[in-house]
């Protein structure tokens, strides 16, 4: 059962009220988003694409700009190299484009998930020497590819780095870090030690926007003032696309390169995304930051996943409808394929937990030697959602054991990997995800290792509910639900607002959707009145606690209209539209 907090931080929300126009409830909504500042305030709710961080701020930006500037003047032969998920793919996107509307010579290579892995390789630099390239940039990778870079040199190849991951670091004798970075003519990442960027969680492909427009407000004359603002409008897109689907937290310029980036996806020129979004039957109008996560995102992950990557990057710079029609259906079906394997990966990795009695492990490690290794990463989150522990899940691959990990709040991955990084023959990450590669002979070393260094305890693993109010249902009106759409997009970092009420008299219930695998429940509340509560979460595990905690047979009886079960909840307010019929909807997501 989760632990339940009520959020408790102070200020003056009767002045903010009256100072923004908004409600007192907004106000302390806002507070909790760690917002104390007037200006952060107004930055959160009404900043515009202007309030965003100049590309200058970041580190060795004006040095890539010089040597892509005289690499596009000389046509140079530029290669993108990226990687095979939507950051990678969306990264790749932005920078051809980008340097090909500059009037460069620039074409794109994306590694192969299972025969190239992550990153740069040395088969990728031996392809480039061969092909004639004149000088490499990376996006959503490099920083960890010292080796390959210095291979490059070697060739007389130049290498420019883009990248948002960790800088990878040895420890000092005086526990100080000291970073580890390749030998490159530039590398951009905003976690560089000492970089000036105010803000160092973007994404990859936010990175590679801002190189383009560093690039592009350099290069362009005047007259170029439209066809620049053109130009970054379209890849705008993209950074948003991948910041949701990396998981990026919404906050500071994130929030706002997303809110925009969503504007404009629903009117989006790009006939892929169009098609993308065709397959999978959405409305363009109604696209929303989760339709990126949840839907056409993991489509473009599963050609990285289960084939190869390059096919949504084509699909991303289709020049036909039916083109693009035939692309994008082909990585729906590939999507639906990697769901149904991903399912039984995760049924897999809880019995294996079972079976060998690790389930009391603070950080799991799980080896499915016969689990495509493509999807390590997203079924180590699943097992990650359902014990709430760090999760590494490690699958055999062409060259011994890869694998990939997904953490949690408090353990920082990358870090603890570097504490064991003997272990391992290539890895890479940051505070929540990570990827490696390893020897087979030392998981069972790797795994006691993990866990005797590890200083969670137990308090760390149960899921903490953050309540913003405790607030009775009869205070949700559609007034204040439309006013919380002044939060979108909601995501990591700026979670839709959650209210509280106790002891709410659960009367009857109905199981509705297709599969029933979704409630509504009429509720009595304390202060008098009736309410409906929509649940979409786990009805077993409601009817359990039901049963448990009112005596067998009640999960029937309420369904049968005869509940009398007075249950404390958690939920969520919005707004629903069905058939023409607008009203509020409370959506409960936690009881106890």
């Known amino acids: 059962m989760e632990k339940w907090f009520v959020a408790a931080k102070k200020a003056d929300f009767d002045k903010w009220a009256t100072e923004f126009h908004i409600t007192p409830i907004l106000a302390r909504i806002l507070r909790n988003r760690d917002l104390t500042e007037e200006k952060e305030i107004r930055r959160f709710l009404y900043g515009t694409l202007e309030d965003c961080h100049s590309p200058r701020l970041l580190k060795d930006m004006d040095k890539a700009v010089e040597q892509i500037g005289k690499a596009i003047a000389n046509q140079s032969h530029i290669r993108i190299i990226g990687d095979y998920d939507v950051d990678g793919i969306c990264s790749s996107y932005i920078l051809t484009k980008g340097v090909s509307a500059l009037g460069g010579r620039v074409d ?145 310029e994130n929030r706002i390169l997303v809110r925009y980036g969503l504007e404009r996806i629903r009117n989006t020129q790009n006939i892929g995304l169009q098609a993308l979004m065709e397959v999978n039957r959405l409305d363009p109008s109604k696209i929303s930051a989760y339709h990126l996560g949840f839907v056409l995102g993991p489509c473009l992950n599963a050609t990285g996943r289960l084939d190869t990557a390059v096919r949504a990057l084509e699909l991303l710079q289709s020049r036909t409808k039916v083109e693009a029609m035939s692309a994008a259906a082909e990585l729906k079906e590939l999507n639906d394929s990697r ?57 055999r691959g062409e060259e011994g054991v890869k694998g990939s990990g997904r953490s949690v709040e408090g353990y920082h991955m990358y870090e603890a990997m570097v504490e064991v990084s003997w272990f391992f023959t290539k890895f890479g990450g940051h505070a929540m995800a990570a990827g490696l590669s390893m020897e087979e002979k030392d998981i069972e070393a790797l795994r006691r290792e993990l866990n005797e260094r590890c200083r969670l305890t137990e308090e760390d693993f149960v899921p903490k509910v953050h309540i913003d109010v405790p607030m009775p249902l009869c205070y949700g009106t559609r007034e204040l639900a439309e006013e919380l759409e002044l939060l979108e997009p909601f995501g990591v ?100």
Not at 131 to 148: K, R
Not at 356 to 374: A, C, G, M, T, Y
Not at 570 to 580: E, H
Request: hydrophobic fraction near 40%; aromatic fraction near 10%; charge should be negative.
């Open 108 to 252: 794109t290579a994306i590694p192969h998930r299972i025969h190239d892995g992550y990153g740069l390789n040395d088969h990728l630099i031996e392809q480039a020497k061969e092909d004639g390239v004149d000088l490499i940039v990376t996006c959503d990778n490099g920083i960890a590819a010292a080796a390959q870079i210095e291979l490059a040199n070697r060739y007389g190849i130049k290498v420019i780095v883009t990248d948002h991951h960790e800088v990878p670091f040895e420890r000092e004798e005086s526990g100080a870090k000291k970073e580890i970075l390749p030998k490159a003519l530039a590398v951009i990442d905003p976690k560089r030690e000492g970089d000036s960027y105010p803000f160092p969680g973007i994404c990859g492909a936010v990175v590679a926007f801002k190189l383009i427009q560093a690039l592009s407000e350099k290069a362009g004359r005047p007259s170029d003032t439209e066809l620049r603002k053109e130009l970054m409008d379209e890849l705008l897109e993209f950074a948003a696309f991948a910041t949701v689907c990396d998981v990026m937290e919404l906050k500071d």
């Open 339 to 395: 769901k149904n394997m991903t399912l039984d990966g995760v049924e897999q990795a809880v019995r294996y937990l079972k079976d060998n009695h690790l389930e009391q492990d603070k950080v799991l490690v799980i080896f499915l030697p016969e689990v495509h290794e493509s999807l390590a990463g997203i079924i180590a989150g699943r097992v990650k959602e359902k014990y709430n522990h760090p999760v590494f899940l490690l699958t």
């Open 493 to 592: 970092g700026n979670p839709k607002p959650l209210f509280a009420q106790k002891n709410i008299v659960f009367c009857s219930g109905r199981k509705m959707g297709a599969n029933q695998n979704f409630a509504r429940f009429q509720v009595r509340l304390p202060e008098g009145g009736t309410a409906q509560l929509v649940f979409f979460g786990d009805l077993e595990k409601f009817g359990t606690f039901l049963d448990k905690k009112y005596g067998p047979g009640s999960e029937t009886a309420l369904y049968e209209g005869k509940g009398q079960y007075e249950i404390s909840v958690v939920y969520q307010l919005g707004i629903n539209t069905y058939r023409g019929q607008t009203e509020v909807q409370y959506i409960m997501q936690y009881y106890c």
